[in-house]
C-alpha cells in the first residue's frame, strides 16, 4: 500500500525511483496510469485528473514499460514496434505514412534497424527489451514510466539507453520515471531520486542528498559504503 506520497514529474526531467523488492516502485507506476485504483488522493496529467483522460489520449502522453512486458512470439519487430503507433492509428487500424518513419527512426535509435524483420521469439532477451522500449517511444509520449527498464540489458547497453534517456529528455522534452534497483547508475543520469521503503517516501532529492550510506543501510538492511568522486556523482557500494 502507498502512503502520504506526493510526486510530480517535469517536462525533460528524470526521476529514478528506488526501494527494496516490494517497497511499492511498479504500484505506483501502476496507479499513476489508472491500472490500479487509488481510494484517496489524485493523480494528474497536464492539470486534468486522470479519471478524465481517454484510454488513447492518455496513451499519446504517457508510455508504459512494464517489468514483464506481454508480446507475441510470432509477430516481427517492426509489428512489435508499430503496435505502439495504435493510439494514432485512424479508423480501421490504418497506418500513416508517418507511423511508419516513426518506427523506423525509433528502430534506429534502439540499435534496432537490422532486426525489423525478425520474429520476437528470434531475439535474445535484451534486444527483446529494446524492442519493448521502442514501443513506447513510437507512442512519442511527453513521458514514459519505466519499470526497470534495464533488465536483460548488458552494461554496454545499459549505458546507451542512460544516454538515450537523457538526449529524448532533453530534446524532446520527455519526462521520464523510471524503477531500478541500480543505485549508481540511476545516481548517474537521474535529476532526482525517489527512495521508497513500505509505501512511503524514505528520501527525495538530489542523488548527493539520496545516496547516503545510513539511509541506504536502514532501508535496503546491508552495510553499505560511499565513494565519492571529483566531479561526477557518488556511487555506493555493499560493505559486505
Ligand atoms: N496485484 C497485487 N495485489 C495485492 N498486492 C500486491 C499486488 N501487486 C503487488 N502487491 C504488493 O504490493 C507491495 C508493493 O509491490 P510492488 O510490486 O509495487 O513493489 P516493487 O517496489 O515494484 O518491488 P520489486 O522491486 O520487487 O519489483 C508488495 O507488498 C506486493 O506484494
Not at 4 to 15: K, M, P, R
Not at 193 to 204: M, N
Request: charged share 20%; aromatic share 4%; with cysteine.
Amino acid at each position: 500500500m502507498l502512503r502520504e506520497l506526493s510526486l510530480s514529474l517535469a517536462a525533460g526531467e528524470i526521476v529514478a525511483l528506488l526501494g527494496p523488492n516490494g517497497s511499492g516502485k511498479s504500484t505506483l507506476l501502476r496507479c499513476l496510469l489508472g491500472q490500479l485504483a487509488t481510494t484517496t488522493g489524485s493523480i494528474t496529467w497536464d492539470g486534468k485528473p486522470l479519471p478524465q483522460w481517454q484510454p488513447r489520449a492518455l496513451a499519446r502522453t504517457a508510455a508504459y514499460l512494464p517489468q514483464t512486458p506481454l508480446w507475441d512470439a510470432t509477430q516481427t519487430v517492426r509489428d512489435a514496434l508499430s503496435l505502439g503507433r495504435s493510439p494514432y492509428w485512424g479508423a480501421f487500424g490504418l497506418e500513416s505514412p508517418r507511423d511508419a518513419e516513426v518506427v523506423e527512426r525509433s528502430a534506429a535509435d534502439l540499435e534496432l534497424t537490422e532486426l525489423l524483420g525478425r520474429r520476437m521469439s528470434a531475439l535474445s532477451g535484451g534486444q527483446r527489451q529494446r524492442v519493448f522500449l521502442g514501443r513506447c517511444l513510437v507512442q512519442e509520449p511527453r513521458a514514459m514510466l519505466l519499470d526497470e527498464p534495464n533488465t536483460f540489458l548488458d552494461l554496454k547497453h545499459q549505458v546507451e539507453l542512460a544516454r538515450l534517456l537523457r538526449r529524448w529528455a532533453r530534446e524532446r522534452g520527455i519526462g521520464v520515471l523510471l524503477a531500478s534497483h541500480d543505485l549508481n547508475l540511476a545516481g548517474m543520469f537521474a535529476d532526482r531520486l525517489v527512495l521508497l521503503a513500505d509505501g512511503r517516501v524514505a528520501a527525495e532529492g538530489t542523488v548527493s542528498q539520496v545516496l547516503q550510506p545510513t539511509l541506504l543501510e536502514r532501508v535496503y538492511g546491508v552495510p553499505m559504503e560511499r565513494i565519492d568522486r571529483e566531479g561526477k556523482p557518488p556511487v555506493v557500494v555493499t560493505g559486505l
